[in-house]
């Protein structure tokens, strides 16, 4: 048997240099898990959106987030439902008639160039978009892909703000971490 006898300092008892290697060692504490991403919300329509646009009715997109890429710039969503087509049509600002001509879908493309989730609108087969309807329907495109795009951003801040220096010392701090002099996370 053994006793060994170690000296462990609280996060603000830590020199500069000790501080600036237990943040560093500690960079990912608040991101190491899916919880800071994984939840509702991302293509949650504000209500300032729906106000705007004059929509009364609940209008939600429920999905499942499959994965998301900073660098890449995409971010993939799965199993996208709409729980209110008609409130979706005004909110992408399409009017009934037309809308009764198209059918619209969230596809995520095989090939790596474009690797996000997209948003787009056809017409139904045998049927044709006058060049005044392809500007409504293209518009429509840009709103939702729009939003797609929000989505990544919205993560992108997220995960920027939980891996600030302040917000990974507030964790350490308020987890009690234990280090050594020199600023490593001390495990009993």
């Known amino acids: 048997m053994r006793i060994a006898q170690v000296e462990v300092y609280q996060f603000n008892e830590l020199s500069e240099e000790a501080k600036e290697k237990a943040v560093n060692e500690l960079r990912d504490i608040n991101t190491e898990y899916s919880s800071w991403w994984d939840h509702d919300g991302l293509l949650d329509l504000s209500a300032k959106e729906l106000k705007s646009r004059r929509i009364t009715e609940h209008l939600t997109l429920s999905y499942k987030l499959v994965s998301f890429d900073f660098v890449r710039h995409h971010i993939r969503f799965e199993s996208v439902e709409v729980n209110n087509d008609d409130a979706f049509r005004k909110f992408l600002r399409v009017h009934k008639r037309l809308w009764k001509k198209c059918h619209y879908a969230f596809y995520y493309p095989s090939y790596p160039s474009t690797a996000k989730t997209v948003f787009e609108i056809e017409h139904q087969e045998g049927l044709s978009f006058t ?37 990974i010392i507030e964790t350490i701090e308020a987890n009690k971490y234990e280090f050594t002099e020199d600023g490593k996370v001390y495990h009993y």
């Open 131 to 167: 060049d005044k309807e392809e500007e409504i329907l293209d518009r429509a495109c840009k709103i939702m892909n729009d939003k797609i795009n929000e989505a990544l951003v919205s993560l992108e801040e997220s995960y920027e703000y939980l891996t600030s220096r302040r917000i």
